[in-house]
């Protein structure tokens, strides 16, 4: 039998906070549980610790998991919720992925107080963001503008472009959207201009592997639509050993009649070169695609591309 308060481990930013309060409220309403039986643990992570620097310069994604999962493996917590963007591709030995909520709107959104879209602004204009598959895809689409580091949380972001720093930047529309700031999207980019990162809009939930009385209470949490389009997403990723220094992107999509639709990339960091990859196929068979699709990128591109980009 679980023993109560159910302990949910988080960052401490206020989207990752938004996020755990979602994740108690569906236990809670899910169980009958209440409000003091769940409690959410906000940790603080390296990642959070450092903002000076860029990601891929310090250790990329799992600098905001490692602090989370080790309470999750010591038991000082009893499940972790994730942005599943920031996971790794590969999960820590003796925890897994339990449930995944449902998505929300994986684009990106354009935020700028200059311009539109991307193509509207100004040749030479300034954009920020730290993400090396952003700013891949941006060299790509506009060589001329200037790409600038842009890291902090997304008030600290948003501070950044009213103050004029930037002309405008990127964010994850989920995000904005879980923190009720939809009015500061300028617009939103669709996937055949840029491609999401892979699992993007998705919250992922990590508990032990042994602990299957939370595998029960998680269970009608999941969202299989979006546990499907995540597997077969992470799946791309986890064959191309993907880093926070390696462009790569992904989007699967679940069509009415059950079937998928995936579309991956990479790119060299100055956006120079580019590998895609298409592919179609059951629902059933998302986790297996996906690795499909990694390997012809492999092919195509070589083992050398992604040394070389590393």
């Known amino acids: 039998m679980q ?28 169980h009958g549980l209440a409000d003091g039986d769940v409690v959410i643990v906000p940790i603080t992570t390296t990642g959070d610790r450092i903002k000076n620097r ?19 493996l010591d038991g000082s917590i009893d499940l972790a919720v994730h942005s599943m963007k920031d996971m790794p591709s590969v999960l820590p030995e003796g925890l897994t992925m339990a449930a995944m909520l449902p998505r929300e709107d994986p684009r990106d959104a354009f935020l700028s107080p200059v311009a539109q879209s991307i193509s509207d602004l100004p040749r030479g204009a300034i954009m920020g963001t730290s993400s090396v598959r952003r700013a891949a895809q941006l060299k790509r689409l506009r060589p001329d503008l200037e790409i600038v580091g842009f890291r902090g949380n997304v008030d600290t972001r948003l501070a950044k ?30 996937p055949e201009e840029m491609l999401p990162a892979v699992a993007q809009g998705a919250i992922g939930i990590e508990i032990r592997e042994s602990d299957t009385r939370m595998v029960e209470l998680l269970r009608p949490l999941n969202h299989q639509e979006t546990a499907i389009a995540v597997a077969c997403e992470r799946s791309f990723l986890g064959i191309l050993d993907g880093s926070c220094r390696t462009p ?63």
């Not at 979602?22 to 236990?27: A, I, P, S, V, W």
């Not at 720093?165 to 500061?184: I, M, P």
């Not at 992107?249 to 100055?270: N, Y």
């Not at 629902?283 to 992604?306: N, P």
């Open 3 to 30: 023993t109560l308060p159910i302990r949910i481990g988080t960052r401490g930013s206020k989207l990752a906070l938004v996020q755990a309060a979602e994740t108690k409220r569906r236990l809670i309403e899910a």
């Open 54 to 72: 860029s990601l891929s310069d310090i250790g990329g994604k799992g600098l905001f998991t490692k602090e989370i999962e080790i309470a999750l």
């Open 161 to 190: 472009l009213r103050a004029g720093e930037v002309h405008a930047t990127l964010l994850a529309s989920a995000g904005l959207r879980r923190l009720g700031l939809e009015r500061e999207i300028t617009a939103l980019i669709e």
């Open 248 to 310: 790569i992107a992904g989007l699967c999509i679940i069509a009415d009649d059950g079937g998928i639709a995936f579309r991956g990339m990479v790119l060299a960091p100055d956006g120079r070169d580019a590998y895609e990859v298409e592919r179609h196929g059951s629902a059933s068979d998302a986790a297996a695609i996906g690795e499909d699709a990694g390997e012809e990128i492999l092919q195509k591109a070589g083992k050398a591309f992604f040394t070389d980009n590393s």
